[in-house]
């Protein structure tokens, strides 16, 4: 299993009231995405949103500024909203900074939970399905042919373009990012993708999405064995489980009350608890707890990656470095070593 940080580089108010520049949020980024490259963390992705309350609207330019800062550090979009993108610009962007990187970029595409670019660029939420998957199709077609020709029903239709510059990489990687909806998994699946799910409840609740997503692979003629499987969620981690909570709960409040699509009001410390433990979707505690909750994630999945989310709500740049390096020093090598010899269910 390779491990990951993403964020979306929140704007917010934490506990404190004070909210961050977007030129100090990105200076930031840029400063983690160094210490998870020292770290031997592998991957790092960004958020798209288009909202006064976090800083990224424009990933792949972050990524560009990050790619000449770091040198082994994939990198991704965590995700990108492909419905209100066009598909050959993107793949475009992605194999410039592809080149820029020395072939460390990636896509995960999804719909996104926040919609606030529909109506910014101009798209139908009534659209909402329809727009991604015939989106996703052409992305990966720009991926397949130098000179693309295209019939579109959403998107207009191509005739023969050259698409350029193409990637370091023989074939940019597309991986397709999920919630809780059947048909994504079938989808992805279907077109032989790598999935990344984001986990915001308890794993056991996806165990059957998982294998329908393998199942859809195979019935297509894919080879479920070849296809990663990503998961992630929000996340800290301190040297003990109750400096890990009591610091993180009130920046985690903030998150959910403040940045969520849908705030979610009151967000109680009872919730909080539950969430966090045996079961819950939360990665919140000491390492040896993290350490438990992705072995279990790993027992129910087989999977390939683990990304979390640091730095939620505000939470202080030295908390989240030290939580980043906690991550890469005592959870990584231990969860690295239980699964490399063992197989996927």
């Known amino acids: 299993m390779d491990f990951g940080i993403f964020t979306f580089g929140e704007l917010i108010h934490g506990p404190d009231g004070e909210a961050l520049s977007p030129r100090q949020r990105l200076d930031e980024l840029v400063q983690l995405a160094k210490i998870a490259d020292q770290a031997g963390i592998s991957f790092l992705g960004l958020g798209e949103h288009h909202r006064k309350d976090f800083a990224i609207s424009a990933p792949e330019v972050v990524l560009a500024a990050i790619a000449r800062e770091t040198t082994s550090l994939r990198l991704a979009t965590a995700v990108t909203v492909l419905s209100t993108q066009d598909p050959v610009r993107l793949f475009e962007q992605f194999a410039t900074l592809d080149l ?36 996703l199709q052409l992305l990966l077609a720009a991926r397949e042919q130098e000179n693309l020709s295209w019939n579109g029903t959403h998107h207009h239709s191509i005739r023969g373009m050259d698409v350029s510059p193409r990637p370091l990489q023989e074939k940019l990687p597309v991986w397709v990012g999920v919630g809780g909806t059947p048909a994504s998994f079938e989808r992805a699946g279907r077109l032989g993708l790598p999935l990344y799910l984001a986990l915001l409840s308890g794993p056991q609740h996806f165990t059957r999405h998982i294998e329908y997503y393998r199942e859809s692979a195979a019935a297509h003629g894919h080879d479920p064995a070849t296809l990663p ?10 040297p003990t489980s109750q400096e890990a909570r009591d610091k993180f709960y009130p920046y985690y409040r903030a998150y959910f009350e403040q940045n969520m699509p849908r705030p979610a009001g009151h967000f109680p410390r009872e919730t909080f608890e539950a969430w966090a433990g045996p079961g819950g979707g939360l990665l919140a505690g000491s390492p040896q707890q993290v350490i438990d909750k992705i072995m279990e994630q790993y027992q129910l999945f087989g999977h390939d990656r683990y990304m979390a989310q640091v730095g939620l709500g505000g939470l202080p740049f030295a908390d989240t470095a030290r939580s980043i390096e906690l991550l890469a020093t005592e959870i990584m090598p231990v969860v690295q070593r239980e699964t490399h010899p063992a197989k996927r269910p």
Request: hydrophobic share 40%.
């Open 100 to 135: 820029l990187s020395g072939g460390r970029a990636e896509i995960i595409a999804g719909r996104g939970a926040f919609t606030e670019s529909y109506p910014l660029f101009g798209y139908d939420m009534a659209d909402y399905d329809g727009l991604f998957e015939e989106k």
């Open 229 to 238: 499987v990503g998961t992630g969620g929000h996340f800290f981690v301190a």
